[in-house]
């Protein structure tokens, strides 16, 4: 069974960081893109980001783009999103997800002083 | 940044066909193709069909997808009260480099 395990959200202030981790299991975590995408409460989703199999192809949405940097670790199973430079605005639930079929419950970012 | 356009809203009766409709443009649905996705409240999205209609497996037949230009549709037939739901469209957009998404519809199954 597939799992994906995010981790690692919690209250911030504006201007901190956060790392956020996805622990997966399940499935052959390598063979994988794998991808961040965030739900801000009460609204739709927003993709965040995107990284390749091996590590070596990122991609960010405009809104992120300098601040988040995605990166994996396939000895670990498992996907990190650093988070710099937070805002209120990037308050929101934050899931990771394996070719966007498999999603995790998401963990939840709280930008806010 | 640009996004994809869905209708906010869509209702139907119970064991009707309901469509929903994505408009995009040449960079992203007329050039990728398009996802769905399925969101119960609470719960994270359930990725329904990807490139226009390939479904996942164990997604219903009742759900499918398909293109014409720059808009993407997904038909949901014989409607059932757990079809009651938030729908997402989404595509790769080569222009931006980026998934873009729609903002999403609310299916009501009346």
């Known amino acids: 069974e597939v799992q994906l395990v995010e981790s690692g959200g919690g209250l911030v202030q504006p201007g901190g960081s956060l790392r956020l981790s996805c622990a997966a299991s399940?499935?052959?975590?390598?063979?994988?893109?794998m991808h961040w995408v965030r739900q801000a409460p009460g609204e739709g989703l927003a993709w965040v980001s995107q990284i390749n199999e091996g590590g070596t192809t990122t991609n960010y949405a405009a809104s992120v783009k300098g601040r988040f940097t995605i990166s994996r670790d396939n000895a670990k199973n498992t996907l990190y999103l650093q988070m710099n430079g937070l805002r209120a605005e990037d308050t929101a639930v934050y899931y990771c997800a394996s070719n966007l079929l498999d999603w995790g419950q998401g963990t939840l970012v709280t930008v806010s002083s | 940044q640009a996004g994809l356009t869905q209708p906010p809203s869509v209702s139907k009766g119970l064991r009707q066909t309901a469509t929903l409709t994505c408009t995009g443009n040449s960079n992203n649905i007329d050039n990728q193709g398009a996802a769905w996705l399925q969101q119960h409240q609470g719960h994270p999205p359930k990725l329904l069909s990807y490139?226009?209609?390939n479904r996942p497996s164990g997604v219903s037949e009742r759900f499918s997808a398909s293109r014409s230009g720059n808009t993407a549709s997904l038909t949901i037939t014989g409607l059932q009260p757990e079809d009651e739901a938030d729908y997402y469209c989404?595509?790769?957009?080569?222009?931006?480099?980026?998934?873009?998404f729609g903002g999403g519809t609310k299916l009501t199954v009346l």
């Open positions: 989404s595509a790769w957009d080569s222009s931006l480099r980026a998934w873009v």
């Open positions: 399940g499935f052959t975590f390598s063979n994988y893109w």
């Open positions: 490139r226009n209609n």
